[in-house]
């Protein structure tokens, strides 16, 4: 099973990203898919997760600025971030949960950094 990011990267505060994840190596896609985010020296905090009937999670930091969504609620999540601010600067994880209370999965994990 791997968990592929894509979309990190530099971008000034106020401007936008687009994070992706694609899920593989399983036929069945995952219960729950999300993001968490983590900076030097902290625990990875939850970011946004959406589940296969579209149920959505947000943290406070998060809801109104970023949008998380599942097409088809199949195995690929984006995570749209706008009005970015410096302090969501941080290694963003790909999430993945196949059933509740069974093990998540995770992925590499992908900078994000904005600059003020």
């Known amino acids: 099973v791997q968990l592929a990011e894509s979309g990190g990267g530099l971008?000034?505060?106020?401007?936008?990203?687009?994070?992706?994840?694609?899920?593989?190596?399983?036929?069945?896609?995952?219960?729950?898919?999300?993001?968490?985010?983590?900076?030097?020296?902290?625990?990875?905090?939850?970011?946004?997760?959406?589940g296969r009937e579209r149920d959505t999670t947000y943290s406070e930091a998060a809801r109104g600025r970023f949008t998380i969504s599942r097409p088809d609620a199949g195995k690929t999540?984006?995570?749209?971030?706008?009005?970015?601010?410096?302090?969501?600067?941080?290694?963003?994880?790909?999430?993945?949960?196949?059933?509740p209370g069974w093990s998540p999965y995770w992925g590499q994990g992908i900078q994000v950094t904005v600059s003020s």
Request: a positive charge.
């Open 11 to 50: 971008v000034q505060s106020g401007g936008s990203l687009r994070l992706s994840c694609v899920h593989s190596g399983s036929t069945v896609p995952f219960n729950i898919m999300g993001w968490y985010r983590q900076t030097p020296g902290q625990q990875r905090e939850l970011v946004a997760t959406i």
């Open 77 to 99: 999540v984006h995570l749209q971030m706008n009005n970015l601010r410096p302090e969501d600067t941080a290694v963003y994880f790909c999430y993945g949960l196949p059933t």
